[in-house]
Each structure stands twice: as C-alpha cells, then as structure tokens.
C-alpha cells in the first residue's frame, strides 16, 4: 500500500467516525430542587437511556455532565447541561464542536407544554416554539436543522403561568406512567440511532400510531 493509499484510508477512516458519533442532550435545570420538575424530563430521558445501556453520566466538560459509550458500531455522547436552561446552549454547542458532531447527529430531548402527558414528537428541526433551552441552542449554533424529541407534559391548568406549570413536580397520576414514558423515549432513541430519524417518527409519533391501531 502506498503512502497516499494510507493517508486516503486514515481520512476516510476519520469521517466515518464522525459520521457514527452521535450526541443525545437533555435539557433540564441543574439542582435538588429542580430534579423531579417537568422542565426535566429531558434529564430523565437520558438517565434513563444511560441506564440502559450502562453508560455511565459521570464527567465533567464544558458546563455539562457527559457520558461516553458504545451502542453497536456508533459512538454515544449523552449530555446533561449544567446552566440553567436558558442557557443550555453555551454547552452544546461547546461539546458540539469538540466531538465535532454533524447537526444530523444530535438530537435534543426537551419537554413541551403544547403536546398531552406521555406523547412524544420526533422532529427533524424548526422553531423553538418557546421553549428557552432549545432556543439557546438554536442561537448559539446559529440552525435550527437539529432533530428533537418532545415529551408532552401537558398545558398548565385554568390560568396557570406556563413557566411555573413546568417548574412544578408531576401530580400522582402522571408518575405511575412516567417510568412508561421514559422507557418509551429511549426505546424511540434507539429506534433513531439504529434505523434514523424517518423511522423513529413513523414508528413513535402519535399519528402514526393511531394509524397502526386503527389498521
């Protein structure tokens, strides 16, 4: 093999690592007192994938907590940024270009008022329809091409303030399914790792499951 063969197969090699990185985020505000709220079911959503499949959330870089592992030939960052979540994105898009991750490869977890407790909605990008970690991010890495997954968490009752409704803890009834749902975000986490983002929506966005139903 000649020298411009090798240096052909190191750069190919290179992309194809990044092309098989991937970075799951989920966004939440740091603190005890926050830890149970809905604004952090993000947070929960990648405890519980880390949970999964053994990645251990435990180093510190560029304001976040990470996790680094393995599942199949891709390579997993998952992140739990640190700042409080209008600021979520000084870390991602900080970790975003240390590991160099395309934008086709990161996906954000984030909760979202405007979609009923335990739905969730697997979108390529768009708006921030309101919600301040995404819009950070968006600000900060200057698209909006990332892809999400919205975990409904319900409109906030009578008068509510939306920004209080979404500090508070899940009622009862909405924690004896919330193991359900979580389990079911990573399930749809896996889905878009191994097959890609077409499939987990079709697979777990809610109109398509109707559709499957009502087959």
Not at 68 to 86: A, D, F, H, R, S
């Amino acid at each position: 093999m000649t020298l411009v063969d090798r240096l052909i197969n190191r750069e190919s090699a290179g992309v194809n690592e990044l092309q098989a990185t991937y970075m799951i985020v989920g966004l939440g505000n740091p603190g005890r007192e926050y830890r149970e709220t809905r604004h952090n079911i993000g947070f929960m959503v990648v405890e519980t994938f880390a949970k999964k499949h053994e990645i251990k959330l435990a180093k510190v870089q560029n304001k976040a907590i990470i996790g680094i592992g393995k599942i199949g030939e891709k390579k997993v960052i998952l992140v739990k940024p640190q700042t409080y979540m209008n600021l979520s994105g000084q870390a991602v898009s900080a970790l975003i270009r240390f590991y160099k991750i395309p934008l086709g490869n990161l996906i954000v977890a984030h909760d979202d008022v405007d979609l009923p407790f335990g739905v969730i909605r697997m979108r390529p990008g768009g708006g921030s329809a309101g919600q301040k970690g995404v819009n950070s991010i968006i600000e900060r890495i200057g698209s909006q091409e990332f892809p999400r997954i919205r975990m409904g968490v319900g409109r906030p009752p009578g008068q509510m303030d939306a920004a209080a409704y979404v500090l508070q803890n899940f009622h009862k009834a909405e924690q004896e399914t919330l193991i359900e749902f979580l389990n079911r975000a990573a399930e749809a986490l896996d889905c878009f790792l191994e097959y890609g983002l077409d499939t987990a929506m079709n697979r777990f966005n809610p109109n398509q499951q109707n559709k499957e139903q009502d087959a």
